[in-house]
């Protein structure tokens, strides 16, 4: 059982340049989402969906898109990249809604030069 | 909206002393509540959780407490070991969206052999 798999680890990009972040999860999770971590920051939301076909913002969705077209499948793009993308980017995902917990992949640490 | 705000660290500790890491939440109603925990070069994971006024959370030796008198869910735990160096996040989620889980900026806790 994988649980939720993040590719790839490590990614260095130059401003203007577009990107997809993959995420997968194979415990049949309703609920995914996307959150980037920055130092003394926490983690914020960028976008969720609660099922296939469905998604939503979150706290910081600008310069994001995703879409969410199987249940185990959640890509996140970088349409344009800026050096302020430059993060570590979480991908979690939980059974029904975060109330349950949520299980997240190991991580995405993007650079933007 | 609701937030969590959580003690700043860093917290460096000797091994088998006592350890507390101070949360305190705002938020309308009653949120779930939760203790994530991320090792050094992982995701995080689920530490523990209440979802009600006075329901105590606990797991690996670790417990909290939902104190609605005093909007708080400390973390605490007896006699820490080496192996709780890590980063601790308090998270919170609802009542206003329930498929939103806002996370404090967390807290480095080191201890030391």
């Known amino acids: 059982n994988a649980g939720v798999t993040q590719t790839p680890k490590f990614q260095v990009l130059k401003t203007g340049q577009s990107m997809t972040l993959q995420c997968a999860q194979d415990?049949?999770?309703?609920?995914m989402s996307w959150y980037r971590q920055d130092p003394g920051m926490g983690l914020r939301l960028i976008h969720y969906?609660?099922?296939?076909?469905?998604?939503d913002q979150g706290e910081v969705p600008n310069g994001y898109n995703v879409s969410r077209s199987t249940t185990e499948d959640f890509p996140l793009r970088l349409l344009s990249a800026a050096p302020s993308q430059t993060s570590v980017y979480f991908c979690?995902?939980?059974?029904?809604?975060?109330?349950?917990?949520?299980?997240f992949g190991s991580g995405t640490r993007l650079t933007v030069v | 909206g609701d937030s969590v705000t959580q003690m700043e660290g860093p917290v460096t500790l000797s091994e088998e002393a006592f350890l507390t890491i101070n949360c305190t939440y705002t938020?309308?109603?009653?949120?779930?509540l939760f203790w994530y925990v991320q090792y050094p070069g992982e995701g995080l994971q689920l530490l523990l959780k209440?979802?009600?006024?006075?329901d105590k959370g606990s797991n690996k030796g670790f417990e909290a407490t939902y104190r609605k008198e005093t909007t708080s869910f400390h973390l605490e735990k007896g006699s820490v070991q080496v192996s709780d160096s890590a980063v601790y996040f308090c998270?919170?989620?609802?009542?206003?969206?329930?498929?939103?889980?806002?996370f404090g900026a967390g807290t480095t806790v080191t201890v030391r052999a």
């Open positions: 979690a995902s939980s059974p029904r809604t975060p109330n349950y917990g949520y299980t």
């Open positions: 969906s609660v099922g296939a076909g469905i998604t």
């Open positions: 938020a309308t109603g009653y949120p779930s």
């Open positions: 415990m049949n999770h309703e609920y």
């Open positions: 209440a979802t009600k006024a006075d």
């Open positions: 998270a919170l989620s609802g009542p206003s969206n329930d498929y939103k889980l806002s």
